[in-house]
């Protein structure tokens, strides 16, 4: 079992910055892969990013790709999301999520347990 909570969420002004954080309970959480999702108002969740259990591997959608950077430290049992160049299109509540599937998860019906999500808005 592993508890998630996520935090950093807030408004911020297009073209800036936020960074996420999942804190996550439990001894296994280094066996998890983590994954970052969102969901917009009337939108279906979708898949911002995931890291392995090492931490060696990232993977994004298209849509944050070179904007987004997802780390992990396994000795905090904490996973983050640093969201930069923000724009408007941005705007959604944050989860994280964990899983043992593999190679690369972007499904959210891969992932067993979730945070309970932190609201980013962007001001335009």
């Known amino acids: 079992q592993v508890q998630l909570v996520e935090s950093g969420g807030g408004l911020v002004q297009a073209g800036g910055s936020l960074r996420l954080s999942c804190a996550a309970s439990?001894?296994?959480?280094?066996?998890?892969?983590m994954g970052w999702f969102r969901q917009a108002p009337g939108k279906e969740r979708e898949f911002v990013g995931g890291i392995t259990w090492t931490g060696i591997s990232t993977y994004y959608a298209d849509s944050v790709k070179g904007r987004f950077t997802i780390s992990r430290d396994n000795a905090k049992n904490t996973v983050y999301l640093q969201m930069n160049s923000l724009n408007h299109e941005d705007t959604a509540v944050y989860y994280c999520?964990?899983?043992?599937?593999?190679?690369?998860?972007?499904?959210?019906?891969?992932?067993?347990?979730w945070g309970q999500g932190t609201q980013v808005t962007v001001s335009s």
């Open positions: 999520a964990a899983t043992r599937a593999v190679p690369r998860p972007v499904n959210k019906y891969e992932y067993d347990y």
């Open positions: 439990g001894r296994t959480f280094s066996t998890y892969t």
